[in-house]
């Protein structure tokens, strides 16, 4: 059973930056395509990046140039640099593998606001 646990978050201003990580135990890790997901207030999780074992990146469109993500197959631990934020970013981040098949961990808090 693979958990997993996100940190970083917190409040930061407009334009400001965060990195976040995922921490994942279990030695399944390495095999899947990982991605991080955001849920806002009133509205559905969405995926915003994802990497794959082979470090392939692909990112929503909403966040293409502003986020980067990455990932340390050795520490089972995927990252989400996140640069420019905006207010719009605000929500609770999760990692799963891509397609989600995981349990959701508690997810980390992102608050965008002056």
């Known amino acids: 059973q693979v958990q997993l646990v996100e940190s970083g978050g917190g409040l930061v201003q407009p334009g400001g930056s965060l990195r976040l990580s995922c921490a994942a135990s279990g030695s399944m890790f390495i095999i899947y395509t990982m991605g991080w997901y955001r849920q806002a207030p009133g509205k559905q999780r969405e995926l915003v990046a994802s990497i794959t074992r082979g470090s392939r990146t692909d990112y929503a469109d909403v966040v293409k140039g502003r986020f980067t993500i990455s990932r340390d197959n050795a520490k089972n631990t995927v990252y989400l640099q996140m640069n420019n934020l905006k207010p719009e970013d605000t929500a609770v981040y999760y990692c799963?593998?891509?397609?989600?098949?995981?349990?959701w961990g508690q997810g980390t808090q992102v608050t965008v606001s002056s």
């Open positions: 799963n593998s891509v397609p989600h098949s995981y349990s």
